[in-house]
């Protein structure tokens, strides 16, 4: 390729829109630019970029068996209503009507249409197991795109979904994409570590992420300093060591503090002289149907959104309204956990001992308020993971380092079969469910994890494996035309031997 040629050109100083390291360099060495917000044009030299990724991928995923088929961008409703994914990914798709009025979603991901094709073309137990992948745009109506590639608006993935007969079959093919994956990052420079995950709105239990340790990540990984615990803020926990329980009869009934004008827990803990740990917040959430529940959990702790999302199994959820508050008896600054008529969530970070919490009753709080003896709830953990805290392993502290996603897989055995009602014939003559996985890999924001992780001051330093070119080759000509006639044999040459130069 002559470098004269190459559609595109360098900038000298990058955007000040630009906020990361990767997307500066990536813009001023014209490997993308920006169409809109989350919208991006590859030019020649990324697009090189992009297709050596997929082409590694596309060699790992025939290595483990998977075959390559491709499915529409443009999906049409039904089959997301079928599995209740049309509504609940809503804030976040593009959507349209043809002109007979038939709705369409521009494809979120892919797993209702492989599921819908396997439940047509999978008959008997002889057809299993089975492993399919393709390389798709996929659209997201992203709040907010960041990061270049990283979190776009329209994007390529490479989708591979496993189809099996019974879980240790599903198992067998999640291990063999898990090892695909590795091989891949590998291959294409990225230091990917695999974490435990939340399944999100994909569904089903079991899931991994491929993260790549990078300051400019959005996600908080946390990492166990003595055993091989690893997962991503969303799905970690902690050990929770047992504590004292103290007994309720020596405990001063609750009474009443006069706490005008102190509604958060800064104020109160000042106000007071006690630890933020010796307080109660209780939270009132709701769902994406508007059901109303109370969170309580320790002053010191924060709630965890994607762990309450999971327990509630819902889309959405987020701070309730005044008209909530009433319904619930409850005051805004002053909620407690005592007489409120709301559905009682307690974290498991709540302690048998004496706390503050409020009264539900304007400018006044409760002394002495405990767990079991003066209020009940469900007992689950919606809380955050912090730096300190006590491996779920083996006990010992845990850090939190940021990370880039840049795969995920998930196991989600008959959640979507079930809802689809695909079913093969099985041996002993009955009907069961097609389990199912799916394994998800976004090329640009590998190319740009590549980008935010291989770069010195000088530019992007890419992996041989990805790099647009092996080679780059100046002719630096002046009076003696035997510059240009060696550098034109040294290309020619270099070409020959399958070495990929700009020159």
Same mark, same amino acid.
């Given at each position: 390729?002559?470098?004269?040629?190459?559609?595109?050109?360098?900038?000298?100083?990058?955007?000040?829109?630009?906020?990361?390291?990767?997307?500066?360099?990536?813009?001023?060495?014209?490997?993308?630019?920006?169409?809109?917000?989350?919208?991006?044009?590859?030019?020649?030299?990324?697009?090189?970029?992009?297709?050596?990724?997929?082409?590694?991928?596309?060699?790992?995923?025939?290595?483990?068996?998977?075959?390559?088929?491709?499915?529409?961008?443009?999906?049409?409703?039904?089959?997301?209503?079928?599995?209740?994914?049309?509504?609940?990914?809503?804030?976040?798709?593009?959507?349209?009507?043809?002109?007979?009025?038939?709705?369409?979603?521009?494809?979120?991901?892919?797993?209702?249409?492989?599921?819908?094709?396997?439940?047509?073309?999978?008959?008997?137990?002889?057809?299993?197991?089975?492993? @399919?992948?393709?390389?798709?745009?996929?659209?997201?109506?992203?709040?907010?795109?960041?990061?270049?590639?990283?979190?776009?608006?329209?994007?390529?993935?490479?989708?591979?979904?496993?189809?099996?007969?019974?879980?240790?079959?599903?198992?067998?093919?999640?291990?063999?994409?898990?090892?695909?994956?590795?091989?891949?990052?590998?291959?294409?420079?990225?230091?990917?570590?695999?974490?435990?995950?939340?399944?999100?709105?994909?569904?089903?239990?079991?899931?991994?992420?491929?993260? @790549?340790?990078?300051?400019?990540?959005?996600?908080?990984?946390?990492?166990?300093?003595?055993?091989?615990?690893?997962?991503?803020?969303?799905?970690?926990?902690?050990? /929770?060591?047992?504590?004292? @329980?103290?007994?309720?009869?020596?405990?001063?009934?609750?009474?009443?503090?006069?706490?005008?004008?102190?509604?958060?827990?800064?104020?109160?803990?000042?106000?007071?002289?006690?630890?933020?740990?010796?307080?109660?917040?209780?939270?009132?959430?709701?769902?994406?149907?508007?059901? @109303?529940?109370?969170?309580?959990?320790?002053?010191?702790?924060?709630?965890?959104?994607?762990?309450?999302?999971?327990?509630?199994?819902?889309?959405? %959820?987020?701070?309730?309204?005044?008209?909530?508050?009433?319904?619930?008896?409850?005051?805004?600054?002053?909620?407690?956990?005592?007489?409120?008529?709301?559905?009682?969530? %307690?974290?498991?970070?709540?302690?048998?001992?004496?706390?503050?919490?409020?009264?539900?009753?304007?400018?006044?709080?409760?002394?002495?308020?405990?767990?079991?003896?003066?209020?009940?709830?469900?007992?689950?953990?919606?809380?955050?993971?912090?730096?300190?805290?006590?491996?779920?392993?083996?006990?010992?502290?845990?850090?939190?380092?940021?990370?880039?996603?840049?795969?995920?897989?998930?196991?989600?055995?008959?959640?979507?079969?079930?809802?689809?009602?695909?079913?093969?014939?099985?041996?002993?003559?009955?009907?069961?469910? /097609?389990?199912?996985?799916?394994?998800?890999?976004?090329?640009?924001?590998?190319?740009?994890?590549?980008?935010?992780?291989?770069?010195?001051?000088?530019?992007?330093?890419?992996?041989?494996?990805?790099?647009?070119?092996?080679?780059?080759?100046?002719?630096?000509?002046?009076?003696?035309?035997?510059?240009?006639?060696?550098?034109?044999?040294?290309?020619?040459?270099?070409?020959?031997?399958?070495?990929?130069?700009?020159?």
């Amino acid at each position: 390729m002559r470098q004269s040629n190459l559609f595109g050109r360098t900038l000298r100083e990058a955007p000040s829109d630009a906020t990361t390291p990767g997307t500066q360099l990536m813009l001023r060495a014209a490997i993308a630019r920006p169409l809109a917000a989350g919208l991006y044009t590859w030019l020649p030299l990324g697009f090189r970029v992009a297709r050596k990724v997929e082409q590694i991928l596309r060699e790992e995923q025939d290595r483990v068996g998977a075959q390559e088929i491709r499915v529409p961008v443009i999906t049409p409703a039904e089959y997301w209503k079928e599995t209740g994914r049309w509504d609940t990914l809503e804030p976040v798709t593009f959507r349209t009507k043809d002109h007979g009025g038939r709705e369409y979603m521009i494809g979120y991901t892919h797993e209702e249409l492989v599921m819908h094709h396997a439940r047509n073309e999978i008959l008997s137990y002889r057809q299993l197991p089975a492993m @399919v992948y393709h390389f798709q745009e996929k659209g997201r109506d992203e709040e907010r795109p960041r990061a270049g590639l990283l979190r776009a608006r329209e994007f390529v993935m490479k989708d591979a979904y496993s189809l099996d007969r019974d879980w240790d079959g599903l198992d067998r093919q999640y291990w063999l994409q898990h090892g695909a994956y590795a091989r891949s990052f590998m291959r294409m420079g990225l230091d990917a570590i695999s974490v435990e995950s939340d399944t999100g709105n994909m569904g089903g239990d079991v899931a991994h992420e491929f993260q @790549v340790l990078t300051e400019v990540g959005e996600d908080r990984i946390i990492f166990c300093s003595s055993c091989e615990y690893r997962a991503n803020m969303e799905k970690a926990t902690r050990r /929770i060591e047992e504590r004292r @329980v103290v007994e309720g009869a020596a405990v001063p009934a609750s009474s009443e503090l006069a706490t005008p004008g102190v509604t958060t827990i800064e104020a109160l803990t000042a106000s007071l002289k006690i630890g933020a740990q010796d307080l109660l917040k209780t939270l009132l959430m709701k769902d994406a149907a508007g059901n @109303v529940v109370a969170i309580v959990m320790p002053g010191d702790r924060e709630l965890n959104e994607p762990k309450l999302r999971k327990l509630l199994a819902t889309s959405d %959820v987020k701070f309730a309204g005044g008209a909530d508050f009433a319904a619930a008896k409850g005051v805004a600054g002053y909620v407690g956990p005592i007489d409120l008529d709301a559905r009682l969530l %307690v974290d498991v970070s709540v302690e048998t001992k004496p706390y503050v919490a409020g009264a539900n009753k304007k400018d006044t709080h409760l002394d002495n308020v405990m767990l079991g003896r003066d209020f009940t709830g469900e007992a689950v953990d919606v809380h955050d993971v912090r730096e300190g805290d006590a491996c779920p392993t083996c006990g010992s502290p845990v850090t939190i380092k940021r990370g880039v996603e840049v795969g995920n897989i998930f196991k989600f055995g008959p959640y979507y079969a079930d809802k689809m009602n695909a079913t093969y014939l099985a041996e002993d003559g009955t009907r069961k469910p /097609i389990m199912f996985g799916s394994y998800g890999i976004g090329i640009g924001r590998a190319v740009q994890t590549i980008m935010e992780t291989h770069h010195d001051d000088r530019g992007l330093v890419w992996p041989l494996a990805v790099a647009p070119f092996h080679a780059h080759v100046i002719a630096l000509l002046g009076k003696d035309d035997s510059v240009r006639t060696n550098a034109d044999a040294l290309v020619a040459e270099l070409e020959q031997a399958g070495v990929e130069v700009l020159y």
